[in-house]
């Protein structure tokens, strides 16, 4: 069956530092991979989408990759502040499958000041 | 904040009554879902509305009944409930993903935290 794993620790880190976040999956073969945040007692929010085509995107401070032969994508965040402190979802969607997104577990970042 | 509202955003009820969730979404989205969030488990994709008609069931039990009058509002229908249903409801909108270039992002609600006695 299809499985999708993020970091199961949590990940804390010195504020300035980049935070490396990773979502590995199997048995599936996304077109697109998302990756959300959600903060406490809230619904996740959108970052990023990256194609099974692209290699790498970037917005602001924020760089996923995804690389479908180790069926891998990471996440990074750079200089980062206690305020990107959240849980950090990955999502994989295939072409033809409409709407459906399958979710990782997440992983919770902490960055201490 | 992110145009998708959810009420009530909490919810306690016995496993004998019948209460319902609201959704609205104010983005002029046609495609709307309903996802399970048990705590350390991944969401749980429940329904999937693709201009009004349902397009995703994944084996949800049939205490779980689901209404899309039209495309601004979904509902939850429960009834005769049990513990373990206990989980936060999140609602979420997108543009349907074949019209829009063949994914989605989608925009969530808040949730409905959900305690069954």
């Known amino acids: 069956s299809q499985k999708i794993e993020q970091n199961s620790e949590a990940l804390n880190i010195q504020e300035g530092k980049t935070a490396t976040l990773t979502c590995n999956y199997t048995n599936y073969s996304p077109a697109y991979l998302q990756w959300y945040r959600q903060d406490p007692g809230r619904g996740p929010v959108f970052l990023l989408l990256i194609r099974e085509n692209e290699k790498e995107k970037r917005k602001e401070r924020l760089k996923v990759t995804f690389d479908t032969t180790l069926k891998q994508s990471l996440f990074h965040i750079t200089a980062s502040q206690p305020a990107d402190s959240a849980t950090y979802l990955c999502a994989l969607q295939k072409y033809n499958q409409g709407g459906k997104l399958i979710f990782g577990q997440g992983t919770e970042l902490s960055v201490k000041p | 904040e992110t145009g998708v509202t959810q009420t009530p955003r909490h919810l306690v009820m016995g496993m004998t009554n019948k209460k319902s969730l609201k959704c609205e979404q104010h983005l002029g989205h046609n495609a709307m879902y309903w996802y399970k969030q048990s705590a350390k488990k991944p969401l749980e994709l429940m329904f999937v509305y693709s201009l009004e008609e349902r397009v995703e069931n994944n084996s949800v039990p049939s205490r779980f009944s689901p209404e899309c009058p039209n495309s601004s509002h979904l509902f939850l229908h429960l009834h005769t409930l049990q513990p373990e249903d206990s989980a936060l409801y999140l609602c979420?909108?997108?543009?349907?993903?074949?019209?829009?270039?063949?994914?989605?992002?989608?925009?969530f609600g808040p949730g409905t935290r959900l305690t069954v006695l």
């Open positions: 979420a909108s997108s543009q349907e993903p074949l019209l829009a270039g063949g994914y989605n992002e989608q925009f």
